[in-house]
Each structure stands twice: as structure tokens, then as C-alpha cells.
């Protein structure tokens, strides 16, 4: 449930990638894979795939043309996940490197133009679902080891699901799903607090089998155990807060040294199954991964391939700086795709009509916003819908004159529907970073458009770690900004979307959009949320222009865009639309 998560996310992903003659100064890369040429947003951001799974796909990954194993890998990453640890792990940056590079789970993505199929992983399929739909079972592919050379165990995968319900330690900033489909899921606490309580959520068979039992059908459940909650630790091995510094990991690396927040070091794992692998490869002898650095001083030595920049990866949005740069002399550095977050202006329902929350609409200077934050047009593509088009089924209909995600606004309308309604200075009071020279220059613009357009503007001023706090306040005594400023959806289907930001039952701790929630819609979603992903796909896509027109709940901004600015010496860069950056202004 990514509501929870306000900061910055980062990343967008990369498969298969490959170094040729580290540092010796070579020529530029060629070949760089799906999305390789710098394309605007707009023509980036493409419709889902059509496939959306391939139950049958089996390892090893075919060989990349051209790619040869050697060298150091660098990625430059600004921010600094709370935890890698696989049962706390939800923020994209964490789970990219997680799932690309460390932990293997029940199933996983392979990237096909720009869109994510559903494959295999440590299962030998895509999971079965029971006929009333209550119980999902997996067989787990023989042979497998971890790391340290000992073999992977069917009451491993069922140990590191309970121990996601560790959420006062491992597993604090972890998803929660798991918690509201698996039975016993609610009130069960973990092998720490209840090492002797008897979990039903999950059962084996036999040496291979694991079996789910769930509370409601959930037919989108195997995209949910590509998560590293659902790849395998040994009780036996298990250090709890420390096992984040030396996991034991099944995927091609593993993990060398860990200076937590600072830098993470992988080297070659001897013990990976490529045979059983249909997706990752291994080309890089180590990788090493910078947090916290500063994106637009990474991204010039990227660019200028000085020393090591020649060999890195910058996962964090382009600096709008460079934007020229990247689209002329040195576009072979520079990929660009579809993302998978959605940006929102937050109007609270409760307090704020819906005429207004329409005359808000009208007025919103997203252009002036924009340009005063600093943000490239390279980042994001304007909003019209509360999806994002790489989602399954998404459907783009005509934006509404309210609704355009883009332009100065027009204040005179605005100013004529307060009048309309008797409401010219309604107050609008709401939070902003303080500082942040960017967030500041973004508020300045915003203000100025809205009270152009009548509204009386009552902004308050936030340091930027208590900013991230308040928003979260569901009764906080405002009318804008609260709740969830974004959302990447968690799997690419609708029910990882919809319910978890229209059901209304996250208010309280500042959660969903627009502090909504609707007796009919709930009664909708829950309905779609049963049925197979391709057949709710299209309920979905209506469901989102019934919310547009009908209820209106926030006002969507921008749709984000994956980019990877990287060195001459990298190639085969495969951009994943999953993994993203999410900026806000």
C-alpha cells in the first residue's frame, strides 16, 4: 500500500545489463535494448502489454547479443530505502535491486517493449487458482540453493511469509496485503511475537508444494507473490534486524558488504540457477550501488563519462538541466518510458464541494507550477485519468474541460463558477515544503494562479521531514494536499489500484485520494476486484471516467516517465516500467 510511502521514489529499472572495457574509454554503446532512443514523454508512455502472463516460460534467459561478463557496475541512487531486508521491502529503488539482482520470488516480470509479463520464478508456473477462487498453490523448481551453498526448503517460503507480519521489526515498512487477504492475516503478529501460533494463511505439501488460503478471491494474487516477501529464509538462518546486511539470496548476486545508507556492494552469487532463471543474467563481475547521492552532479559525470561515470547508472529523474544534452550529443546516455505512478492534486472531499473542487480544476496553473519547480518535460506526461496507461486495460477517453493535466489555467472561468456559487474567496489552505528552493518557487505559482482565480490561499510553510509527517494526518485542518500524493500501482492490474485509493477505508491515517469513499463504488470494486484481470480490465477503465465525471475525488497532475542516465561503458539497458522515479512539486 503505497500511500504510506510520501518521500521520493525512485527508480527506473534495468535488466540485462552489460559493461564493455570498463574505464578504458571506449566507444559509445550501442545496442542499449528496449527504449534505447530518447523519445518526449508523450510518445513514450505507451498501452500495457497484451500478454500479461507467460505461464510457460522457462530459463535459462537467452544470451544478450553482444554482452560480455566483466567489470564493475555503479548505480547512483538519491535515495536511501529503509531497509533490504526482503520481508520490509517496498519502496521501488529496494525492490529493483531486490528483485534484479538478490532475491528471488514465487514469479517475476520480463520486460517485453517497455511492459511487464508475468513469468515463472522460483515456481514452475504462474501459480493455480482453486475454482471458488480461496486457495492458490505453487510448486517450487527442484535443486534450488541459496548463497552459502545449502539447499532452498519448502518450509523456507512459508517461514518468510510469516515473518512479513513482522511489522514492529524486519518487516515495518513492508507491503500489507498479506495482512488482509491470508487467512488469519488479521490479527496474526509473526514468528516473533507468536513463534508458537499456528499461521492457517499458508500450508505445505510434501517437500515442493505451497498452498495460500485466502479470505476472498484474489485472482491477481500470483502478480502479488512476485514481491520478496515471497522469496524464501531459513528460520535456522535468520538474524532478524541484521539479516538485511547478509542475506542469504537465490538470485545472481550476492550480497558483498552493506553500509547502510550509504553504499552496497554485490559480487557474482556461485551458487544462482541460470538454468532455472528465464530472465536475469549476471554480466557484471560486482555491482555497486551509491545512496544518497546528488542526481545532477552524478548525472554530469555520467554524462561527461569522467572516471567511473563511464560506468554508472543514475536510476533517479534527469535533471531538467541536462535535458538538451540528453536529446541531442549524448541521447545513446539516456533512455526514456512509460512509468507506472500517477501524480494527484489533493482536494478534500469532505470540505470542499464539488463545484469548487471543478473551479480548482480550472484554475490550476500546471504549466507555471511546473516550470517554477524545475521539473523536465523529459519526467512526466500530463495527467487525464487516475490510472496510468502502462496499466492492463487501460482506456484513454477524452480528457474533461476540468481535467487536462496541462496549461495555465483559466481563471476567469474559475472566478465566474465561485460567483455562480456564492463561494468567490473560498479558502484553500493546504502545506508546502519550505526548504526546498524548487517547492517554494512551485508554491509561489500555484498561489498566484489560484487566487488570480478568486480563491483565498492559506499556505503553510514545512520543513520537508515534517511535511512528510502532516500530509499523512487524515484530519489535519486543511482541505488540500492530504492523503496520497501519488500512486504506483503495485502490480500492473486494477485492483492494485482502485480500491487500495477509492475505498475509503485508509481516511483516518491519510491515506487514499481525496478522502473518498462511496457505498456504490465500494460495492463496484469489490465485485471487479473477483473477477479474472482480463475480464476486469475494461470494468476498470470505466470505472476510472465514472470517477472523473461523476465524483471528481482529486484532480490528476502527471503521469511519471522511467529514465536511466548512464556511461559510455553500459550497454543493453532495459528500462521496466514497474520501477520509476515519482517526483512532486
Known amino acids: 500500500m503505497r500511500w504510506t510511502k510520501t518521500v521520493a521514489?525512485?527508480?527506473?529499472?534495468?535488466?540485462?545489463?552489460?559493461?564493455?572495457?570498463?574505464?578504458?574509454?571506449?566507444?559509445?554503446?550501442?545496442?542499449?535494448?528496449?527504449?534505447?532512443?530518447?523519445?518526449?514523454?508523450?510518445?513514450?508512455?505507451?498501452?500495457?502489454?497484451?500478454?500479461?502472463?507467460?505461464?510457460?516460460?522457462?530459463?535459462?534467459?537467452?544470451a544478450v547479443p553482444g554482452a560480455k561478463k566483466g567489470g564493475t557496475l555503479y548505480l547512483d541512487d538519491s535515495s536511501n530505502p529503509p531497509t533490504m531486508d526482503p520481508s520490509g521491502i517496498y519502496y521501488t529503488d529496494s525492490g529493483l535491486i531486490a528483485a534484479q539482482y538478490l532475491f528471488r520470488a514465487l514469479t517475476q516480470y520480463k520486460v517485453v517493449h517497455g511492459q511487464q509479463v508475468l513469468v515463472p520464478d522460483l515456481a514452475t508456473n504462474v501459480g493455480t487458482q482453486s475454482a471458488d477462487g480461496l486457495t492458490w498453490t505453487f510448486k517450487i523448481k527442484p535443486g534450488l540453493?541459496?548463497?552459502?551453498?545449502?539447499?532452498?526448503?519448502?518450509?523456507?517460503f512459508a517461514y518468510a511469509i510469516k515473518r512479513s507480519f513482522a511489522t514492529e521489526s524486519v518487516a515495518a515498512d513492508g507491503t500489507t496485503y498479506q495482512m488482509q487477504y491470508l487467512k488469519g492475516g488479521n490479527t496474526y503478529k509473526g514468528p516473533f511475537k507468536q513463534p508458537?501460533?499456528?499461521?492457517?494463511?499458508?500450508?505445505?505439501?510434501?517437500?515442493?508444494t505451497l498452498v495460500f488460503h485466502l479470505t476472498q478471491k484474489m485472482p491477481s494474487f500470483n502478480y502479488f507473490a512476485s514481491f520478496p516477501q515471497f522469496s524464501p529464509i531459513p528460520q535456522s538462518k535468520d538474524t532478524k534486524n541484521d539479516y538485511q546486511k547478509h542475506p542469504l539470496t537465490t538470485g545472481p548476486y550476492e550480497v558483498s558488504t552493506y553500509n547502510i545508507g550509504q553504499k552496497l556492494v554485490l559480487t557474482r552469487n556461485?551458487?544462482?540457477?541460470?538454468?532455472?532463471?528465464?530472465?536475469?543474467?549476471?554480466?557484471?563481475?560486482?555491482?555497486?550501488?551509491?545512496?544518497?547521492?546528488?542526481?545532477l552532479p552524478s548525472q554530469q559525470r555520467i554524462l561527461a563519462n569522467s572516471g567511473i561515470g563511464a560506468d554508472t547508472i543514475n536510476i533517479g529523474a534527469l535533471d531538467a538541466s541536462l535535458a538538451s544534452q540528453v536529446?541531442?550529443?549524448?541521447?545513446n546516455q539516456f533512455v526514456i518510458g512509460p512509468g507506472s505512478c500517477v501524480m494527484y492534486v489533493e482536494m478534500d472531499d469532505r470540505k470542499i464541494p464539488l463545484d469548487i473542487r471543478k473551479a480548482i480544476a480550472y484554475a490550476w496553473p500546471f504549466n507555471e507550477i511546473r516550470k517554477a519547480g524545475g521539473l523536465s518535460n523529459l519526467a512526466y506526461q500530463p495527467a487525464t485519468t487516475f490510472d496510468a496507461p502502462s496499466l492492463q486495460g487501460y482506456k484513454k477517453y477524452p480528457a474533461l474541460p476540468y481535467a487536462k493535466g496541462q496549461g495555465n489555467g483559466d481563471p476567469a472561468k474559475a472566478k465566474a463558477m465561485l460567483k455562480k456559487a456564492n463561494k468567490l474567496g473560498f479558502q484553500l489552505s493546504y502545506y508546502y515544503i519550505s526548504d526546498d528552493p524548487a517547492k517554494v518557487a512551485a508554491n509561489n505559482a500555484r498561489k498566484a494562479g489560484l487566487e488570480k482565480a478568486g480563491f483565498?490561499?492559506?499556505?503553510?510553510?514545512?520543513?520537508?521531514?515534517?511535511y512528510t509527517k502532516k500530509i499523512g494526518e487524515g484530519n489535519a485542518p486543511v482541505n488540500m494536499g492530504q492523503g496520497t500524493p501519488g500512486w504506483c500501482y503495485d502490480w500492473p492490474t486494477g485492483d492494485s489500484v482502485y480500491p487500495v485509493l477509492f475505498n475509503g477505508a485508509y481516511i483516518d491515517q491519510g491515506g487514499g485520494v481525496g478522502m473518498f469513499k462511496n457505498a456504490a463504488v465500494n460495492a463496484q470494486m469489490a465485485k471487479t476486484s473477483a473477477m479474472d484481470p482480463a475480464k476486469a480490465a475494461p470494468k476498470w477503465a470505466a470505472l476510472d471516467q465514472e470517477l472523473m465525471t461523476k465524483y471528481f475525488p482529486s484532480l490528476p497532475d502527471y503521469y511519471t516517465m522511467s529514465t536511466l542516465t548512464f556511461g559510455r561503458n553500459v550497454n543493453n539497458v532495459v528500462l521496466n516500467s514497474m520501477s520509476q522515479v515519482w517526483l512532486s512539486n
Open 456 to 466: 483565498t490561499v492559506k499556505d503553510i510553510p514545512l520543513a520537508k521531514a515534517e
Open 9 to 62: 521514489l525512485t527508480t527506473a529499472g534495468l535488466t540485462a545489463v552489460s559493461l564493455a572495457a570498463c574505464g578504458s574509454g571506449g566507444p559509445s554503446s550501442k545496442g542499449k535494448g528496449d527504449n534505447s532512443n530518447v523519445r518526449s514523454a508523450s510518445a513514450a508512455q505507451t498501452k500495457a502489454a497484451v500478454a500479461a502472463s507467460d505461464a510457460g516460460l522457462q530459463g535459462p534467459a537467452p
Open 270 to 295: 556461485p551458487n544462482w540457477a541460470p538454468a532455472s532463471d528465464p530472465v536475469r543474467h549476471n554480466y557484471p563481475d560486482k555491482i555497486q550501488v551509491n545512496f544518497s547521492i546528488s542526481n
Open 327 to 331: 536529446t541531442g550529443a549524448k541521447k
Open 196 to 208: 508458537k501460533a499456528n499461521f492457517p494463511g499458508v500450508t505445505t505439501q510434501g517437500n515442493d
Open 145 to 156: 540453493k541459496y548463497s552459502d551453498g545449502s539447499p532452498v526448503k519448502i518450509e523456507d
